[in-house]
């Protein structure tokens, strides 16, 4: 059982910057893939980011290719999303999720855990 604590969303003005971090429980974390999703109101829960095990392979989606960077560290069952030159279209609930497989996977639905989001706000 692997739980997620998700924290460092907040409000910020377009061409911001938030960290926000992931705090995983367990002693295998360094055998999860761990991934990035969001999900905007009245839209459905979207890929952002993905990391595998060691951390030397990443994946991300179009629209935030080149402004996020997801990043862990497994001495401290941590992953980031680093996020910089925010837009108000980044407006949503940022979710952490780990997957039982090294390797990176984009598909929501094969991720085995869940954090409970943290509400990421860019103003105009």
């Known amino acids: 059982q692997v739980q997620l604590v998700e924290s460092g969303g907040g409000l910020v003005q377009a061409g911001g910057s938030l960290r926000l971090s992931c705090a995983a429980s367990?002693?295998?974390?360094?055998?999860?893939?761990m991934g990035w999703f969001r999900q905007a109101p009245g839209k459905e829960r979207e890929f952002v980011a993905a990391?595998?095990?060691?951390?030397?392979?990443?994946y991300y989606a179009d629209p935030v290719k080149g402004r996020f960077t997801i990043s862990r560290d497994n001495a401290k069952n941590t992953v980031y999303l680093q996020m910089n030159s925010l837009k108000p279209e980044d407006t949503a609930v940022y979710y952490c999720a780990a997957v039982r497989r090294g390797i990176v996977v984009i598909s929501l639905y094969e991720y085995d855990y869940w954090g409970q989001g943290t509400q990421v706000t860019v103003s105009s």
């Open positions: 367990g002693r295998t974390f360094s055998s999860y893939a």
């Open positions: 990391i595998n095990w060691s951390g030397g392979n990443t």
